[in-house]
Each structure stands twice: as structure tokens, then as C-alpha cells.
Nanobody, 115 residues
Framework: QVHLVESGGGLVQAGGSLRLSCAAS????????MAWYRQAPGKQRELVAS???????NYADSVKGRFTISRDNAKNTVYLQMNSLKPEDTAVYYC?????????WGQGTQVTVSS
């Protein structure tokens, strides 16, 4: 079992920055690939960024160059640094990981970007 807790969301003006954190517990964090997803009202949940156990990262085209995913294995935490935020980045952001056929999600953190 993996327990994920996101934090760091909030209200920010367009062009601003936020850093999201996702703290994991229950398993050896360094063995887990991690990802951030988001879901805007009326839209499907989408992958924002992912990071492998070795640190390889991938990003959705819509956030490339603006968002950075990173991990701190000593703190069992994955981060999402979000810069140059746009109103279309407004969504609930979720942390996700998998272990075999099991998947685990956090409760989500709201990010609202005002124009």
C-alpha cells in the first residue's frame, strides 16, 4: 500500500509560480516511478509530468519549458515546480504511482490561475 499526500496548491495570478509536493509513505519511495496528473472542470484527467526511478522525466507538450518534475528520495517526496502559469493550468493536480497492477492516487490539490 502507498499513501500519497499532495500540498502546495493555491490561487496565483497568470505568470506566477507554484511548487506542488507529494509525500509518499508505505513503500520504498526510490522504487516508485511517480507522476503528476491534472483534471480541469469538465475535462478528462491528463498526464502532466512523470519521473522514473532513475530520474528520467517526461512532460505533456502543454507544460514543456514551464513545469519541472523532480524527486527527493531522502524525503520520499516528488515535486512539481510550475512557472509561467496560465489560466488554462487551472485544475486539481494529483500525484500517482503504480506498483505492479496496483495504482495509487493522492487526494489532489487545487491550483487556480487568475487572468
Amino acid at each position: 500500500q502507498v499513501h500519497l499526500v499532495e500540498s502546495g496548491g493555491g490561487l496565483v495570478q497568470a505568470g506566477g509560480s507554484l511548487r506542488l509536493s507529494c509525500a509518499a509513505s508505505g513503500m520504498l519511495f526510490r522504487l516508485l516511478a511517480m507522476a503528476w496528473y491534472r483534471q480541469a472542470p469538465g475535462k478528462q484527467r491528463e498526464l502532466v509530468a512523470s519521473i522514473s526511478t532513475g530520474g528520467t522525466t517526461n512532460y505533456a507538450d502543454s507544460v514543456k519549458g514551464r513545469f519541472t518534475i523532480s524527486r527527493d528520495n531522502a524525503k520520499n517526496t516528488v515535486y512539481l515546480q510550475m512557472n509561467s502559469l496560465k489560466p488554462e493550468d487551472t485544475a486539481v493536480y494529483y500525484c500517482r504511482t503504480t506498483w505492479g497492477i496496483l495504482e495509487f492516487w493522492g487526494q489532489g490539490t487545487q491550483v487556480t490561475v487568475s487572468s
